[in-house]
Each structure stands twice: as structure tokens, then as C-alpha cells.
């Protein structure tokens, strides 16, 4: 179908993080970079937009930096009866008609594309954990059913993901699980489906996946920890790691820490810099997987695992195995007194009747 796309259009100077924001308002989620003559010279997806800030660049880089110049692309003089085909069969976003001169006639994109569709996918979110950083709030209460404004964490987490199409949960609990399944029952007041599995005793991070009966599951599923607050387009997670080979993409962050010290480089007892108080950068896991089927096929049923040695098996086993996925978007590890307060600000702006 042909789609109107000038809101589409960007200029090649216009930074990551102003293109970030387009795509968000944007139904069809592909950008066109044109140049003064309005010739498309480029074309951005989220996927892009992310595989730039993995190498390097900051969201202040402009986006001629980090567009994709080989694009599938027509002219108006060939035959555009097959386009629909093509983008679906390549899953593509759309394909952009040009005239001789290079200038966008129109746009063609499925239909499918444009619609938020349901997904098979099936999402595993982890809440069987003591909260022991939380205490006294989880003495009588699942760190997954604590409030956050009117609704508790897990909650706002299900229906997060309904939002983006997946409405298949499997909720793995440990301490308090009764409280849990009392309150989200078969997920039908959510308007979702919810089963669950029990850990007889704390598996780890990763442990619960030896559990689960594969005969259900896609070759794709979604694993989170139930007390991370996020606005992450998990479709755009799913569609980034669908894009690749690889068996697990592991959501990362990045994190600053400052070391308040002058920090000294030496050559034996001669001293060559001191850098005052430097700040480092590292990116650290954000506690959402997306994992291929065939990983569960390698566990042991019940083995206690935790998600940083099953990476480091499929790494050892694949090096290209294992891909990172930034998040620039909202994001709080609920995991002590200060975090838990500071969601209930946070709810308002990031959550609170945010559609």
C-alpha cells in the first residue's frame, strides 16, 4: 500500500537523538534522509540508530553518520505490481519509489507494518526473587506486587509488553509465589494469557529456563527480570534480534561511575599523568534477554544457572552468539529503598496514561 511519507523525511544533519524521537511519533518506523535537492541518500531504523551508539557515537552525532545507503529501492519506470511481496518476504519496513533524479515519488509499505499485530512470542518474567534490599516493604509482600503509583511493578511490566503485541507470560516465582498467582490469576483480567513455574529453590538468574516445556514456546522468547521499570519498544528489541544469527541479544545500558580520586599512570616508581576524579563508562546488563529456543535445549532440568555463565557458554561455543542491545530509553532496576521511591516519580512521566 502507498503510505504518505513526508513526516518521514530528515535531513542529514538532524542528530541521533532528534531521529530517535521522530520514529517514536512515526507509525511506519523508517526515516528517509534527503539532501538540500530532496534526493534520499540514506535510510535509518531503530535497529540503525542502535548499532551506531554499540560503536560509539554519541546521540548528538548527525545521522549521516548512521544511515543505511544500500536500501532496496524503485524507479518509477519498473514495475512496482510485486512490491508488497518483496517488503513482506524480505521483511522489510517499506521501499521508497524514485524518480530519475533521485527525489522520493511515493512509499509502499504492508500493511502489517503499520499495525501493531500480535505476537506468538512468549515473555518469562522472573519473580521469584526475596528482595532482601527492599526490606521491610517485602516482608509480607512479593517485591513483584509492590505498588508503583496504583499498580504493582509486574503489573505495569505485563502490560507493557500487550502494548507491543505479546500476550503469552510465564511467571516464574519462588518466595511468596501464592500472592503472585492469587493477584494475576490466568492473566485473563489483563487480557493475557499467564501460566507459571515454581522454583522448589533458588535457581539463579537463568535457572528457571531449564523448567519451562519447550513444546509451547517460539524460537524466540523474552526473558526479564520482574522489578525493572523500562520504556524500551520490546517489538523493536524482537525485531532487532530477529535481524541477526545470534542465540541470545542481552539489553545494556550504559553506566557512570566517577572515581573521586586522582588516579596516577606509573612506568615502574616514575610517575607519567594523574588524572584528576575521571569518570568511566561502561555498559552494563539492563536484566532483558531475548533468547532462541534452542539455548533451553541445552540445560539441565533444575541445573543452577545464572544469565552471565549461560552468556558465557554460547560465547565460548559462538563468539557471534551473543549481541547487545542498547537502551536509550527510560529504564530503573527497582532494587533498593531509594530506586522504589524514585519509581513513584518516575510513573508519572514515563507510564501514567502513556499509549
Same mark, same amino acid.
Given at each position: ?41 540514506? &535510510? ?10 554499540? $560503536? ?6 548527525? %545521522? ?24 513482506? $518476504? ?31 512470542? &512468549?515473555? +518469562?518474567?522472573? @519473580? ?19 505498588? =508503583? ?8 511490566? %505485563? ?12 511467571? $516464574?516465582?519462588?518466595?511468596? @509465589? ?52 523500562? *520504556? ?11 535481524? &541477526?544469527? @545470534? ?8 553506566? &557512570? ?8 599512570? *606509573? ?5 607519567? *599523568? !594523574? ?15 531475548? +533468547?532462541?529456543?534452542? =539455548? ?18 554460547? !560465547? ?5 552468539? =551473543?549481541?547487545?542491545?542498547? +537502551? ?8 533498593? !529503598? ?10 508519572? $512521566? ?6
Amino acid at each position: 500500500m502507498q503510505i504518505d511519507f513526508e513526516n518521514n523525511l530528515v535531513a542529514p544533519s538532524s542528530t541521533l537523538k532528534s531521529c530517535i524521537s521522530a520514529l517514536n511519533d512515526l507509525e511506519l518506523k523508517i526515516l528517509f534522509v534527503v539532501n538540500d535537492n530532496l534526493k534520499l541518500i540514506g &535510510t535509518v531504523t531503530d535497529g540503525d540508530i542502535r548499532r551506531a551508539i554499540l $560503536s560509539g557515537l554519541n546521540l548528538e552525532t548527525k %545521522i549521516d553518520k548512521a544511515m543505511f545507503t544500500e536500501f532496496v529501492k524503485y524507479y518509477d519506470e519498473q514495475s512496482i505490481s510485486k512490491l508488497e511481496n518483496e517488503i513482506l $518476504s524480505n521483511d522489510l519496513q517499506a521501499i521508497p519509489i524514485l524518480n530519475k533524479d533521485n527525489t522520493i515519488q511515493a512509499v509502499h509499505a504492508a500493511g502489517m507494518h503499520l499495525k501493531r499485530s500480535s505476537k506468538q512470542n &512468549t515473555v +518469562i518474567l522472573m @519473580a521469584g526473587g526475596f528482595g532482601s534490599r527492599l526490606r521491610p516493604l517485602t516482608n509480607d509482600c512479593p517485591k513483584p506486587l509492590l505498588k =508503583v503509583g496504583e499498580k504493582p511493578i509486574i503489573e505495569i511490566i %505485563i502490560e507493557n509488553f500487550i502494548k507491543y503485541g505479546f500476550n503469552n507470560f510465564i511467571v $516464574s516465582t519462588h518466595y511468596m @509465589a501464592q500472592m503472585i498467582k492469587d493477584h494475576l490469576g490466568d492473566g485473563s483480567g489483563l487480557n493475557c494469557t499467564i501460566t507459571y513455574i515454581e522454583e522448589e529453590k533458588p535457581l539463579g538468574t537463568a535457572g528457571c529456563l531449564s523448567l519451562i516445556e519447550q513444546k509451547n514456546l517460539n524460537s524466540n522468547l523474552f526473558l526479564m527480570n520482574a522489578d525493572v521499570l523500562t *520504556s524500551v519498544n520490546f517489538k523493536q528489541l524482537l525485531d532487532f534480534h530477529e535481524h &541477526t544469527t @545470534a542465540s541470545i541479544t542481552m539489553c545494556v545500558r550504559n553506566y &557512570t561511575h566517577q572515581i573521586p580520586y586522582g588516579v596516577v599512570s *606509573s612506568n615502574n616508581e616514575y610517575i607519567e *599523568s !594523574i588524572e584528576e576524579k575521571p569518570t568511566n563508562t561502561s555498559k552494563v546488563s539492563a536484566g532483558i534477554y531475548v +533468547i532462541n529456543n534452542k =539455548v533451553l535445549q541445552k540445560l539441565n532440568k533444575g541445573e543452577y544457572l545464572d544469565m552471565p555463565t549461560l552468556i558465557s557458554r554460547e !560465547i565460548m561455543e559462538k563468539k557471534s552468539s =551473543v549481541i547487545a542491545f542498547p +537502551i536509550h530509553e527510560y529504564w530503573l532496576d527497582i532494587g533498593q !529503598i531509594g530506586d522504589y521511591k524514585r519509581a513513584q516519580v518516575d510513573y508519572i $512521566s514515563n507510564f501514567l496514561n502513556n499509549d
